[in-house]
C-alpha cells in the first residue's frame, strides 16, 4: 500500500524582515483618537527613540495598490516612526492580509517575562534611570520590579511565567507560605483568572497557618471597622457579579433553547443515531434525554 506524500506546510510569513519605507505602509484601521495621550503610547514613543524598533511590524502585501502594504500588527509603532521623522521600518511581512492572528494570538511578554527582561538589563549595566526613561516609567517603578518576585517560591513562579498575571496579584501571593502559592497559582490556571479579587478571596480562605507571620500578624490587628469595610467591598463585588449573572441570563435561555431543539428535534428523532448512541454509548443517551427534557435554567 502506498503511502501519501507529506502535505508541505506553508508559512504564515516571509523568512526574513524587510526594511520598508514608511510612505508604503498604510494601517488597515486609523487609530483611535487621542491614542497619541494615552501612556501605551508615550511608552512606546520614549522606547523608540531610545533604542530604535525592538519588535517588526507586521505588514502584508496590499490587493489595491501594488508595492505598497497593510499594517496587520504595529500601528502605534508606526505613528511613532512618522513621528520621530523616521524614513524605514523594519518588517515582518505576512502571507495572509488578515489581523487577527496578530491582534489576539501572538504572545505579548507577561508580568514574570517583563521582570526577568529587567533584570537581565540591569545585569548588563544598563542603569535604573536608562530603563525608566525608555519605558516611560518612574525609576521607584523600575526598583518594584526588581523585587516583583522576592517571596514567591519558584514552583508558583514557573506555573505563572507565561500567564497574564498582575503586579498585584503577585503582592498578594508573598503573603502566602510556598505550598499555598503553587495551589492558588495552580487554581487561578485552572479557572483561567488572575485577577487581584480571585487572589484576594483566596487569602481571606487560607488558613493562617499556611501565611506569613507578618500576613497573620497584619490580620490579627485588622479591627472591627476594618473588618466591616472589607465585607463592604467584598458585599459590593459580589452585587456587581450577580448583575452581570443578571444580564447573561437572557442569551444563556436562548442558547438553551437553541441546543434543547437541535438535541430533541434533530438527533433524538434519529432513530439511527440512537440505536448508535444506546449501542455505544448509553450514558451520553441518558444526558441528551434530560438535556431535551430542561424546561428552563434554574433561577437559584
Known sequence: MSQKPPKSVRLGFERNCKEIALDLL???IPLP?????TVKYHQIRTSVQAIGLVEPIVVAHSRETAGTFIV????????????????NALCLISTDDEAYTYNKRVNRLSVVQEHRMIVRAAERGVSVQQLADVLAVSPGAIRQQFKL???????????LADKPATHGMFKVLKQMKPFRQIDVAQAMINLNNYTIKLALAMLQATPPEQLTEEATAKGQRAGPT?????????LAAVQADTKLLEEGYGPANLQLEII???????????????????KTHAEYLQQLQLIAEIKQLPTQ
Open 260 to 278: 434543547k431543539t437541535y438535541v430533541g428535534k434533530t438527533l433524538l428523532e434519529n432513530a439511527a443515531v440512537v440505536r448508535w448512541l444506546a
Open 33 to 37: 483618537a487621542g491614542i497619541k495621550e
Open 72 to 87: 496587520l500588527d504595529g500601528r502605534m509603532r508606526l505613528e511613532a516612526l512618522r513621528e520621530l521623522a523616521a524614513q
Open 149 to 159: 518576585l522576592d517571596g514567591i517560591c519558584s514552583e508558583a513562579v514557573s506555573l
Open 26 to 28: 498604510q494601517p488597515g
Open 226 to 234: 476594618e473588618a466591616l469595610q472589607r465585607l463592604q467591598r467584598e
